[in-house]
């Protein structure tokens, strides 16, 4: 409130100099500020329905973005606390494999084995491409035939051994499957977390812009309020210089002068509701007629 009354004050400071009240203006002159002022606030009216519209717009806008925003935190939500127990079963499959090494470890400490399967198969598969790829002497060659066999021997009795190689190598591979769900569920998190951002990010952006056009609507009310007083002052005026001027006709007028005929009156208030000019007799004549010029120049 405090806002508008500034800006009419404002805007009624810049219009005193247009047209003074006090000194005699002519009704040509008065009628043609009036038509340019209630243009004027047509058009200044227009304008405050076109920044209510865009105010509209901008809260559905607003609507639409909070609504997606909450969506996509939900959807975060939700995709954190599958992947926190897809942790955790990751975590317990880790413990589980752990403990299947070291009872591994433990039976091949017992049978003197020192390397694991996979260790002793990467060492047999190191001397078999060394025969294949380096020419040597037979001796050389057949003490390493002599070694690849004793590992394959080793190898035999490890796998024996351990006996639970299948069920590690399942454990591995679900270990495997949740490690890629995890990585997805976080690539998701990621991306939906970034949507709800600039979500958010677009209504601060609207809620400025709100903002903002508040406050120009504060500014074309008063704008709106001021014209409204000028018109008002400008009608007062016309209709003060009208009553002079029908004083001084009828002092003028002959007492057998006839009577204003009713057709005559109809015609002129045609032309008001047509958007026509009224010429000064017109105006002289409805004042004759009882007709309050007031409305007739409102309507």
Known sequence: M????????IFMKKQ??????????????????????VDEKRKTEEELREIEKTLEEYR????????ERDNYNKEVKKLKEEREELRKKEKELLQELEKLKQEQKKKLEKEGITLSPEQIERKIQSLETMIETNPMPYEKERKIMKK?????MQLQRAILALGKREEIEKKYEKLREYRKKISEITR???EKARLSQERHEKIIELRNQIRELRDKTVIVNAKILGLSKNIGEINKKLEK?????????????????????????????????NGGKLTTEDLLILQAANIDITQVLKK
């Open 2 to 9: 405090a806002k508008l009354q500034y800006y009419f004050f």
């Open 16 to 37: 005193e100099g247009s047209m003074s009240m006090n000194k005699e203006i002519s009704i040509k002159e008065l009628r043609a500020r009036l038509d340019q002022l």
């Open 60 to 67: 559905k806008e607003i609507e639409k973005n909070r609504e």
């Open 148 to 152: 690849i066999k004793t590992l394959r």
């Open 188 to 190: 998701q998190i990621k």
């Open 241 to 273: 210089n009208l009553e002079k001027r029908i004083k001084k006709t009828k002092t003028k007028r002959k007492p057998a002068e006839k009577k204003i005929g009713k057709e005559e009156v109809d015609k002129i208030l045609e032309k008001v509701r």
